[in-house]
């Protein structure tokens, strides 16, 4: 189809590339306009909800303005991945994951994806490899604000992208591009706006679960996370100590937390993902705890290789098995957490010790007095002084 001057119909071309993209794989694509994204990304920093995520700041600059990013972009393409599944949920009596790391790494199989998906983009609107760039969770880019503009969803109470198709359960990748493409039409939800502060929780209305549920208060208000109080932060991107306070509410969540997401009503409209682009690893959910503890180093490695977990490395992963041990009352995993309290990492030990002393009570000085002989890290020591 063809303008009244003679020119190819926008919408048609759009429509026309949207259909390419989908047979690659894709759950979702939609088309944005650039501008600035993110208007609330510079009062979260100063809040300091970014942890100790410096990078964060480092490219927020980037993260608001594609220019920066690619000179000359006239539009995103937003990229839609469900990892919606029954299959997926967490097996009984066993240590919890993130839905999301119960796969291949989704940073690898999707950016084979991202890779056909440009060669589409070439083919489609006659540019070439320098006139696009592909990000998927790796790069500056607002994917969620981008979403939310291109009309994927809307960014609910628990400050996730949701898709009224979709639920809370999408990886989100970005294509930001010179190519002109005909945007969709944007999320517009009628409500009153903050000059400045982006809408959020528009479509949840006065329901609160997920903010009521956050085992560790994360949220100092609707759509805000904080970092430094979320299991998220603490299970993965946080390499040291987990502060005390939050470890009770760790419970049994071994990498990750998904209880903002699960809670959220939305998603009863999830269906089954088509995991055209996701390969998934339920066995990692079948694990128990008693065998994370004993996790060597070529353990881990054949375990979890190609996976988002290997990310965390074999310590991380032995200290979170820690947190959650001293959280079961199972005096069975005592000479185990005994064992780790010798670990070459100070932050397994600390967290082994702390482990031990909730589980053994009265009788953890004289378990763990050899160790602690031994002991010269402030932060273990810390840990033995309680």
Not at 64 to 92: F, H, M, N, R, W
Not at 251 to 257: I, L, P, S, T
């Amino acid at each position: 189809m063809t303008t009244a001057a003679g020119r190819p119909d926008p919408d048609v071309r759009r429509e026309h590339l949207r259909a390419r993209l989908l047979a690659l794989g894709f759950d979702e694509v939609r088309f944005a306009a650039t501008g600035r994204a993110g208007a609330d990304l510079g009062a979260w920093l100063e809040s300091g909800y970014q942890a100790d995520m410096q990078w964060m700041g480092r490219t927020a600059a980037k993260r608001l303005d594609p220019e920066l990013v690619l000179a000359g972009t006239q539009s995103v393409i937003v990229l839609g991945i469900s990892y919606a599944g029954s299959d997926l949920a967490p097996a009984k009596q066993r240590p919890r994951w993130a839905r999301f790391a119960l796969h291949d790494d989704y940073h690898d199989s999707i950016k084979e994806g991202l890779v056909r998906a440009g060669k589409e983009l070439e083919s489609w609107g006659g540019i070439g490899p320098g006139d696009y760039r592909y990000y998927v969770d790796t790069g500056p880019v607002m994917e969620r604000g981008w979403a939310a503009r291109s009309g994927l969803g809307f960014r609910g109470k628990n400050g996730m992208l949701i898709s009224r198709r979709h639920g809370n359960w999408l990886f989100l990748a970005a294509i930001l591009t010179r190519a002109r493409i005909a945007p969709d039409e944007p999320f517009r939800p009628q409500a009153i706006r903050v000059e400045g502060v982006e809408p959020v929780g528009l479509l949840c209305g006065k329901c609160t679960r997920c903010l009521d549920a956050c085992p560790t208060a994360a949220f100092p208000q609707p759509g805000v996370v904080d970092s430094r109080r979320c299991i998220s932060y603490h299970t993965i991107e946080n390499r040291g100590i987990i502060p005390r306070e939050f470890r009770r509410g760790i419970g049994d969540r071994v990498y990750g937390c998904d209880t903002c997401l699960d809670v959220c009503p939305w998603n009863r409209f999830a269906a089954s993902a088509r995991q055209v682009l996701l390969s998934v690893r339920a066995d990692i959910a079948q694990l128990d705890l008693a065998e994370l503890l004993e996790l060597t180093p070529v353990r881990f490695a054949s375990l979890f290789k190609g996976t988002a977990i290997k990310r965390l490395k074999l310590t991380g992963l032995l200290r979170n098995a820690c947190v959650v041990a001293g959280n079961t009352g199972d005096a069975t995993h005592v000479p185990a957490l005994v064992h780790l309290a010798t670990h070459e990492s100070a932050v397994v030990r600390a967290h082994a010790v702390w482990a031990v002393r909730q589980l053994a009570g009265e009788s953890a000085g004289a378990l763990l007095a050899a160790a602690r002989a031994r002991e010269t890290d402030p932060a273990v020591l810390a840990e033995y002084a309680g």
